[in-house]
């Protein structure tokens, strides 16, 4: 059983945010893009002003290549170790997550990776794990993607790797399986508590390997009525296995003095929806994914696949509460304008949810 990390928060509702690290985020729309949100600098500020409001975590996109039309959407991305990397060294205490795709880095290389970045954070660094689902974006580099189920024994593999060689006693390590082959494996240095692997992925392979394997499944749904039957299935799968898998849903946030005018917001995203950009995403999704069936071409074009909460302030920590009362143990929040709307919920939204007794104060 891995151990959990901040035991002493587990009844409250950690507050993070899916980081603007790509361009045009979070919207596959032209409706007033923040052109320079994605950059470096841009990143650390929000970084440094996350943390200085209490924030747990951040966490990133990871992309290689766009999604073509007038946006070409995530098509501009910084690498996400690299990132992680100069994030913590910018911060003191916000944890920060990398994301790896699978078929493209070696469990050795991610290992040294990680435990550097362990090494030189105090441990405050993780990891999200993705299979590889964009056919279009492994095409160009000549990798061909395995049939899904196999992607999902492929991952479990490069896991059980990371966690022998984040692991002294497991040391030397032998694997073998379809995907690795490990003879004698050692690493150094070793991290002081092994980091917290995420996977976001709801399909069935992927909820079953995040039950055995993770620690955070970071999860997605239409809507947060939806989220409580999708947490307690992955619950009961981790305690069958004698485990607790934490979840994280990354909400869009959209709020305005009235619930008509945040709606109206809403529908201004979607009409200036890129489509060409929201068909390819949909397609790449739909087709490899597996996590996003029950969202239409507009709910990912205004949120690229977060769930909406829209209204009032009070309609936002509304939904919040709701969301942790179903068992979300933490929201990556996404917003339109970062910069400006950190602030925003600083002052609209989280001294409600404080006042609830759900955030730290």
Same mark, same amino acid.
């Given at each position: 059983?891995?151990?959990?990390?901040?035991?002493?928060?587990?009844?409250?509702?950690?507050?993070?945010?899916?980081?603007? &690290?790509?361009?045009?985020?979070?919207?596959?729309?032209?409706?007033?893009?923040?052109? +320079?949100?994605?950059? $470096?600098?841009? &990143?650390?500020?929000?970084?440094?002003?996350?943390?200085?409001?209490? !924030? +747990?975590?951040? !966490?990133?996109?990871?992309?290689?290549?766009?999604?073509?039309?007038?946006?070409?959407?995530?098509?501009?991305?910084?690498?996400?170790?690299?990132?992680?990397?100069?994030?913590?060294? @910018?911060?003191?205490?916000? &944890?920060?997550?990398?994301?790896?795709?699978?078929?493209?880095?070696?469990?050795?290389?991610?290992?040294?990776?990680? @435990?550097?970045?362990?090494?030189?954070?105090?441990?405050?660094?993780?990891?999200?794990?993705?299979?590889?689902?964009?056919?279009?974006?492994?095409?160009?580099?000549?990798?061909?993607?395995?049939?899904?189920?196999?992607? $999902?024994?492929?991952?479990?593999? !490069?896991?059980?790797?990371?966690?022998?060689?984040? +692991?002294?006693?497991?040391?030397?390590?032998?694997?073998?399986?379809?995907? $690795?082959?490990?003879?004698?494996?050692?690493?150094?240095?070793?991290?002081?508590?092994?980091?917290?692997?995420?996977?976001?992925?709801?399909?069935?392979?992927?909820?079953?390997?995040? #039950?055995?394997?993770?620690?955070?499944? =970071?999860?997605?749904?239409?809507?947060?009525?939806?989220?409580?039957?999708?947490?307690?299935?992955?619950?009961?799968?981790?305690?069958?296995?004698?485990?607790?898998?934490?979840?994280?849903?990354?909400?869009?946030?959209?709020?305005?003095?009235?619930?008509?005018?945040?709606?109206?917001?809403?529908?201004?995203?979607?009409?200036?929806?890129?489509?060409?950009?929201?068909? &390819?995403?949909?397609?790449?999704?739909?087709?490899?994914?597996?996590? !996003?069936?029950?969202?239409?071409?507009?709910?990912?074009?205004?949120?690229?696949?977060?769930?909406?909460?829209?209204?009032?302030?009070?309609?936002?920590?509304?939904?919040?509460?709701?969301?942790?009362?179903?068992?979300?143990?933490?929201?990556?929040?996404? =917003?339109?304008? $970062?910069?400006?709307?950190?602030?925003?919920? #600083?002052?609209?939204?989280?001294?409600?949810?404080?006042?609830?007794?759900?955030?730290?104060?």
């Amino acid at each position: 059983m891995v151990e959990e990390a901040h035991p002493s928060v587990d009844r409250l509702l950690s507050l993070g945010l899916f980081m603007p &690290n790509c361009s045009n985020m979070p919207s596959i729309s032209t409706h007033e893009v923040v052109s +320079d949100q994605w950059t $470096y600098a841009e &990143n650390e500020l929000l970084a440094q002003r996350a943390e200085a409001l209490g !924030f +747990d975590y951040l !966490f990133p996109v990871s992309r290689w290549r766009g999604f073509g039309g007038e946006t070409n959407f995530l098509g501009t991305s910084l690498e996400t170790t690299t990132w992680a990397a100069a994030l913590l060294r @910018a911060t003191e205490r916000i &944890n920060i997550f990398s994301t790896v795709h699978i078929p493209l880095f070696h469990p050795f290389v991610v290992a040294k990776m990680g @435990a550097t970045l362990a090494h030189m954070s105090g441990d405050r660094w993780g990891l999200n794990v993705v299979s590889g689902w964009s056919a279009r974006e492994f095409g160009m580099m000549g990798v061909e993607l395995a049939e899904h189920g196999r992607r $999902y024994e492929r991952t479990a593999a !490069f896991i059980e790797i990371l966690r022998g060689l984040w +692991d002294s006693s497991q040391q030397p390590l032998n694997h073998k399986s379809d995907w $690795y082959s490990v003879v004698d494996g050692e690493a150094s240095p070793i991290p002081h508590r092994q980091p917290q692997i995420a996977n976001a992925g709801t399909s069935a392979d992927a909820q079953s390997m995040t #039950a055995r394997l993770c620690d955070w499944a =970071f999860i997605s749904t239409p809507s947060v009525e939806a989220v409580g039957s999708l947490v307690e299935g992955i619950a009961s799968q981790a305690a069958a296995h004698h485990r607790r898998v934490k979840t994280a849903i990354f909400p869009f946030l959209l709020w305005a003095e009235s619930r008509s005018e945040a709606e109206d917001k809403l529908a201004a995203i979607v009409a200036a929806k890129d489509s060409e950009a929201a068909d &390819n995403w949909l397609h790449d999704l739909t087709a490899g994914s597996g996590s !996003f069936d029950d969202f239409t071409k507009d709910m990912l074009a205004a949120s690229g696949g977060g769930v909406h909460l829209v209204g009032t302030a009070a309609d936002i920590a509304e939904q919040l509460i709701e969301a942790h009362t179903l068992g979300v143990d933490a929201v990556m929040l996404t =917003f339109p304008r $970062y910069r400006e709307d950190l602030e925003r919920f #600083a002052r609209d939204i989280q001294p409600a949810l404080v006042s609830a007794g759900i955030v730290a104060p």
